[in-house]
């Protein structure tokens, strides 16, 4: 029986983490990056538990839970530093199963990567859709500079600009700029003590985490118009923005190096596709369902989206039917999430005094229940994956073969 193929567009977490699935579950896998190198563009994502419990399918939730740094409490606060919510990772531990664990971008990619065969990732590869496959029995094709490749299941996981997506359906009008732009740097953790914290101001917002090796991953987001550019630098802009917040913010700043500071527009599609496949080709992550950041999914999504794709993909009924059942678990849930995410944005864009007031107010009604403040995650991150563990399925193929080294 021949082994099916598939070719991932695009190495991001999405990307890889359906390779990986993919490849565990029997299929030949190619990933066409085209980036000259797999490296991570951006600095942390947070992974919360239902995008642990996903990578545990894979081998690799277990590994990622070791790095949780956050322990003990945490807040939202005001610029002047006044608590407005206080969080804790213990009561976030207990609620949904799991810790709260950031993680720098390089590091889970590295993690992806590696339980790949070697060559199987094709970088400075630019590829496009030429065939979907939609007709009955016929391949997908991908379009390289080295040839066609024929594929039974083609996945578009090339982000939010995805050339897939538009092949797939060229009426959509795709995602569109959300209102907010973000800044993000890693920089050495400061020389004393600090609560990890998020901060709302008016129209603007600045968090700081710490990550397991030590240092701090620290983002801030501002309602300004799209396309922006400081012309002095996004150092200095960040420090124009927020050099008078509450420590350690001013401290982060000063140890940014201004080069390494990135700046984002953040655009996401509230109109939802009509579904994430169409003939032998899927979506998943932000070529699917871009989404603000201010929940924290899209990562955890994408990966969700990697997991469930690779479980319904080996359906006994076929692929085509696989395929539908993949659009119809993951387009009702990640729509819900991208539209949630968009009324956070709203809120984060607020810059009159009286609705910031009121806003602020609001949220300080749970600061003496830590449970409270995590209620934006319920029915998210307590999320489970709809297939057995790797870890599961590992002990029945020992049984089933002694000669697997234990």
């Known amino acids: 029986m021949a082994t099916s193929r598939a070719v991932v567009v695009g190495s991001g977490i999405g990307g890889l983490t ?22 991570a563009v951006g ?52 609620r949904f199963g799991g810790p709260l664990v950031l993680v720098h971008r390089a590091t889970l990619i590295g993690r992806l990567a590696s339980r790949l065969p ?5 970088t400075g590869a630019v590829a496009s859709l030429a065939d979907p496959g939609v007709a009955d029995g016929r391949p997908a094709v991908v379009t390289t500079p080295d040839g066609d490749i024929e594929a039974d299941l083609v996945v578009g996981a ?29 920089v050495p953790a400061p020389g004393h003590p600090f609560e990890p914290h998020e901060t709302w101001g008016r129209g603007a917002l600045w968090g700081t985490q710490p990550l397991k090796d030590g240092r701090v991953y620290a983002y801030a987001a501002a309602a300004v118009p799209a396309g922006g550019r400081a012309p002095d630098g996004e150092k200095a802009e960040l420090l124009r923005r927020f050099g008078d917040w509450h420590d350690p913010v001013p401290g982060i700043l000063a140890a940014a190096d201004p080069a390494r500071v990135l700046r984002n527009d953040v655009h996401h599609m509230t109109t939802p596709l009509p579904a994430f496949h169409r ?21 955890n999504q994408a990966i969700e989206d990697a997991i469930v794709l690779a479980h319904h993909a080996a359906s006994p009924e076929g692929l085509g039917v696989g395929l ?60 489970r994956p709809p297939q057995r563990t790797y870890a599961a399925r590992t002990r029945d193929r020992q049984v089933q073969d002694p000669h697997i080294q234990r």
């Open 18 to 39: 359906a390779a990986v699935a993919l490849h565990q579950c029997g299929w030949q896998v190619t990933v066409l990056e085209r980036a000259p190198s797999l490296e």
């Open 43 to 94: 600095a942390g994502i947070g992974l919360t538990p239902n995008g642990q419990r996903a990578l545990d399918v894979i081998g690799l939730g277990a590994e990622i839970r070791e790095l949780a740094a956050w322990q003990g409490d945490g807040a939202m606060r005001s610029p002047s530093g006044r608590r407005l919510v206080r969080t804790n990772s213990e009561a976030a531990a207990e």
């Open 118 to 122: 070697e060559g199987v990732v094709r």
């Open 158 to 186: 090339d982000g939010i600009g995805s050339a897939v997506r538009r092949a797939l359906y060229p009426g959509h009008p795709g995602p569109a700029y959300s209102g907010l732009t973000t800044w993000r740097v890693v």
């Open 279 to 299: 003939g032998r080709t899927v979506l998943i992550g932000d070529a699917a369902h871009p989404m603000a950041p201010t929940m924290g999914q899209g990562g």
């Open 324 to 383: 539908a059942a993949y659009s119809a678990a993951r387009l009702p849930r990640t729509t819900g999430i991208v539209r949630r995410s968009a009324r956070i944005v709203r809120l984060v864009t607020l810059g009159g005094a009286p609705a910031v007031a009121l806003r602020d107010g609001l949220m300080s009604l749970s600061r003496f229940a830590p449970g409270l403040a995590l209620r934006t995650l319920d029915g998210i991150a307590d999320w």
